[in-house]
């Protein structure tokens, strides 16, 4: 059993249900390499300036590369008794090489070892999302430059306003992704300050290499306050709301998918691989991953909630409420790495109904206001043209029939104005292409800013 590096002040031992509460190896076992990479680190700092002799080095990175090696393998089971993983590495290196292992703690604390154990994992958490991020942005500009043309009705209020394209659509998302990636790579820079050498709170007086282990650890520089430094956990906030965030832009972008996959809208079709049936209805065929992707939403919120509530108003420094940050934080990153996979290989594999989407476009007056443009141009008021249109779908409602199908005479009963290049005017193909200032759904403006996002994307990778 792990034995507890603290109890030479104890008479008694730890009751068990104190112990069982206390522990925090059943989830900080997965910051066991991060912990063997930071030990590893400062070994070799404690080494340079003279703490440890290089033979002492030697055995204590043997040890260590030697935990790691069956920890990976499988053959080193965690101890649940040890109070952490922490704790639970030294020990089983101490057990190993005697001696030598019990000198690296010098100048250390478990408060600025877990802090950098920590942020070493978020490192890499945030690295594998990254990865996950860009295929699903990659196969989003994939899939939008494929439906530059493709006409569907673009939405306010859920009702049908005005045309645009499947691939302006999605591009929409793109652009939400990319600011998730921003955030993402600006998080992780905030993050990567090293807090090794802080101590347990008020550094410490060997004189500790900061900068060498900092370096050594792939970290960018140094906290500059210990009592910050082993308490901060603004990382884990912030990589909890870019991951929040993250969720509720798959959340919206899955309802759409919901709806746009019924057969009331059928604009698309999820493939078989991706879409999951139903127990007692033969017929059902149901977008799950998008209905899962948006409910584990709430979960990833959750999380973000657990730990800003859990670091509110608590005083500094290390306080043992923060050991409830690694199973939020762990959470987030885990939803958001199970989703991703799923998520992006639906849309890669989803079959588009372009003619669906274009019967939804023409059916729901989303010409409506390029007819009032049109009447603009030829020198109506804006207000008074809207007030016309407005009066011709009224007219077509009442006549079952749409805008681009009443005869001239019609149109002209109502405004004089009107003339044969009305009908070209309002077709959907003119309604979309004119729209063409940046920003704007026709084809060669979202070719572009698919371009301008991939070039982009390529900055990030
Ligand atoms: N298991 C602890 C955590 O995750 C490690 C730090 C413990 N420090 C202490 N002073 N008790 O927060």
């Not at 999951?276 to 979960?299: C, Y």
């Not at 207000?383 to 805008?403: D, K, M, P, Y």
Request: with cysteine; proline share 3%; net charge negative.
């Amino acid at each position: 059993m792990t034995p507890k590096m603290w109890d030479g002040r104890f008479t008694k031992a730890t009751d068990t249900t104190v112990n069982d509460f206390n522990s925090s190896i059943r989830f900080d076992c997965r910051m066991a390499m991060q912990d063997i990479r930071g030990s590893k680190a400062h070994a070799a700092m404690l080494c340079s300036i003279g703490i440890l002799t290089t033979d002492e080095l030697d055995q204590i990175e043997t040890g260590l590369n030697g935990i790691a090696a069956e920890i990976a393998n499988g053959t080193l089971p965690f101890d649940p008794q040890a109070e952490d993983i922490h704790m639970f590495i030294e020990a089983e290196l101490t057990a190993r090489i005697g001696e030598a292992g019990k000198k690296l703690h010098t100048g250390r604390s478990r408060n600025d070892q877990v802090a950098t154990d920590l942020k070493l994992w978020l490192r890499d958490a945030s690295s594998d999302f990254k990865a996950d991020l860009i295929e699903l942005l990659e196969t989003i500009f994939e899939l939008a430059s494929v439906h530059v043309n493709t006409i569907m009705p673009g939405y306010t209020h859920l009702q049908r306003a005005q045309p645009i394209t499947f691939g302006y659509h999605l591009m929409a998302y793109g652009q939400m992704f990319l600011r998730d990636l921003d955030r993402l790579e600006d998080a992780v820079i905030r993050m990567n300050i090293s807090p090794l050498g802080n101590g347990a709170l008020a550094g410490t007086t060997y004189p500790l290499d900061r900068e060498q282990t900092a370096a050594d650890l792939g970290f960018n520089g140094i906290t500059l306050n210990a009592l910050d430094g082993v308490s901060d956990r603004d990382h884990a906030m912030e990589l909890a709301f870019v991951l929040a965030l993250f969720m509720v832009h798959i959340s919206r972008f899955s309802e759409e998918i919901i709806l746009w996959s019924s057969q009331e809208f059928k604009f698309i079709e999820l493939d078989d691989a991706f879409s999951t049936g139903s127990s007692i209805m033969p017929q059902k065929k149901n977008p799950d991953v998008a209905e899962l992707a948006r409910g584990k939403t709430g979960r990833v919120i959750g999380d973000l909630m657990t730990l800003l509530t859990m670091m509110k108003n608590l005083p500094l420094a290390y306080n043992k409420d923060m050991q409830e940050d690694k199973e939020a934080i762990f959470d987030a990153f885990d939803t958001v790495a199970l989703c991703l996979p799923a998520f992006t290989g639906m849309l890669k594999t989803l079959r588009v109904r372009a003619d669906r989407m274009r019967e939804a476009a023409a059916g729901g007056f989303t010409n409506a206001t390029d007819l009032a443009d049109y009447l603009v141009i030829k020198g109506l008021p804006f207000r008074e043209a809207h007030h016309v249109s407005g009066q011709l779908v009224h007219h077509c409602i009442e006549n079952n029939t749409v805008l681009e199908k009443l005869d001239l005479d019609t149109l002209k009963s109502v405004c004089p104005l009107f003339d044969t290049d009305v009908y070209e005017a309002i077709s959907l193909e003119t309604c979309v292409n004119r729209r063409s200032l940046p920003g704007g759904p026709a084809p060669e403006t979202v070719s572009s800013a698919i371009t301008a996002s991939k070039e982009r994307l390529t900055k990030f990778k």
